[in-house]
């Protein structure tokens, strides 16, 4: 039985035993969410038996990031990829997407899920267009065929379009940037060419029966998602979404479990109203979110305005966030592209739970405060985020006076910190002054 359907009997399986210690749950209560279809567990039965540490996405749960991976018909290889995988895991992600487009493709794939810690997951279309001279010539036993090859590989999640609906594709003809999503552009295509309807819709239970055979869960993938401001919030992307919301039941009713993907590009005014409107149509289950970016005016930037959209959104119920880096809409990310996009989301997340008063989301910062105070800068390196950048950013701009480290900000006679513990030790009666703590400047200073 898949996950969903142990918990619907009351079982508490080991996985749902380990979500719940990871996140500092009750074992009874994973169960309770996972049975109800507010948290998933992507944990594919193969890739459950080699490196897999399971992870639960929902709302009862801390927010989750997801890092893209996977190289194009231009730029990158296998061991590339692979070395991206490394960077995302290390500074945070929760789960990792292979959206590979160029050649090798299945070895890629095998090589990220033999290696990858964390849940993998596909967009099985992408596959399918890869290996056709044209996407119209898919029958969709091919692309069946192709949904069961990754699953038996071990691909935990699995995005495929199913809610884009043929009578959806005119309610995008406004659009300053059409359907931006690759995978919803094709099957929109495919639609318009045969004049048929969606064939991944018209056979969502076979595609069923495939994921929970190996407990793949569903991302219904959101394919008409908007790509710039001007489209955020209309008539097709919410077309789409009550689509969404009805194939939610259907898989529920076939043991699968499932999440829903949602934008996009939406102004901070929206965010709510769209996580909502979410919640409600797609009865809780798990919201999978692309930022959502903020502004269109940041090439170069877009991890930034997607962060923003993202805290939000996860603040009001989003239960991960699909990172964004500096390269979107402008090129394959690279090494560092990988590392600062995960970090801007890990942040974004991470301010969320804080917001919402998650179990335990705020001891690192609590940390963090008192390693500052007492000049633990190892300490503060060891807590940061991203370690290495914070410790060269303060040695690089280090001075030394009189042999003792302060940071360049302040320096020792403004350090704010140094002058507070001053002021507590002129305070105290003189019997607490003579065995109180030394000067804790000795370590070095803080801005």
Same mark, same amino acid.
């Given at each position: 039985m898949t996950q969903i359907e142990q918990a619907r009997g009351g079982i508490v399986t080991p996985e749902m035993e380990a979500v719940a210690r990871a996140e500092q749950l009750d074992p009874r209560e994973v169960c309770r969410e996972v049975g109800q279809g507010r948290m998933v567990i992507p944990a594919n039965r193969v890739h459950l038996a080699k490196a897999l540490e399971v992870i639960g996405i929902g709302t009862a749960s801390r927010t989750k990031i997801n890092a893209n991976l996977g190289n194009s018909p231009l730029s990158s290889d296998t061991q590339c990829e692979l070395r991206k995988l490394e960077c995302a895991v290390r500074y945070g992600a929760d789960t990792v997407m292979d959206l590979s487009t160029g050649k090798d493709i299945n070895t890629t794939?095998?090589?990220?899920?033999?290696?990858?810690? &964390?849940? &993998?997951?596909?967009?099985?279309?992408?596959?399918?267009?890869?290996? $056709?001279?044209?996407?119209?010539?898919?029958?969709?036993?091919?692309?069946?065929?192709?949904?069961?090859?990754?699953?038996?590989?071990? &691909?935990?999640?699995?995005?495929?379009?199913?809610? $884009?609906?043929?009578?959806?594709?005119?309610?995008?003809?406004?659009?300053?940037?059409?359907?931006?999503?690759?995978?919803?552009?094709?099957?929109?295509?495919?639609?318009?060419?045969?004049?048929?309807?969606n064939p991944f819709f018209t056979h969502f239970e076979q595609l069923c029966d495939i994921m929970r055979e190996y407990d793949v869960t569903w991302s219904l993938g959101d394919g008409l998602r908007p790509g710039c401001l001007a489209d955020a919030s209309d008539a097709a992307q919410f077309a789409e979404l009550r689509v969404m919301g009805e194939l939610t039941r259907r898989a529920w009713d076939r043991g699968c479990q499932v999440m829903v993907e949602g934008p996009g590009h939406i102004p901070m005014d929206q965010i709510e109203m769209n996580i909502r409107r979410q919640q409600e149509w797609c009865h809780g289950a798990p919201f999978y979110v692309l930022g959502p970016v903020v502004t269109d005016v940041a090439p170069g930037y877009d991890h930034i305005t997607s962060a923003i959209g993202g805290a939000m959104a996860a603040w009001y119920g989003a239960s991960m966030l699909c990172y964004v880096t500096p390269k979107e809409h402008l090129g394959l990310p690279d090494l560092d592209d990988v590392r600062q996009g995960v970090i801007a989301h890990k942040l974004a997340a991470h301010a969320a739970d804080i917001a919402r008063g998650r179990v335990g989301a705020r001891e690192r910062d609590d940390a963090m405060s008192r390693a500052r105070y007492a000049f633990d800068w190892e300490g503060q390196f060891r807590l940061a985020l991203d370690g290495d950048t914070a410790r060269r950013m303060r040695e690089e701009t280090l001075s030394e006076t009189d042999g003792v480290r302060y940071c360049s900000m302040c320096g020792p006679k403004f350090c704010s910190m140094k002058n507070t513990q001053n002021i507590r030790r002129m305070s105290q009666p003189d019997d607490a002054k003579r065995v109180g703590p030394t000067d804790a400047t000795s370590d070095g200073g803080t801005g």
């Open positions: 794939r095998q090589q990220i899920i033999d290696a990858a810690s &964390v849940p &993998v997951g596909t967009v099985p279309i992408y596959q399918m267009a890869e290996q $056709l001279d044209d996407i119209v010539d898919m029958r969709p036993v091919d692309f069946l065929d192709i949904v069961e090859q990754q699953a038996q590989q071990g &691909v935990d999640y699995m995005t495929i379009h199913c809610a $884009l609906l043929r009578e959806h594709v005119p309610l995008t003809n406004h659009r300053l940037t059409g359907i931006v999503s690759r995978g919803g552009s094709l099957v929109a295509q495919w639609m318009t060419v045969h004049g048929e309807e």
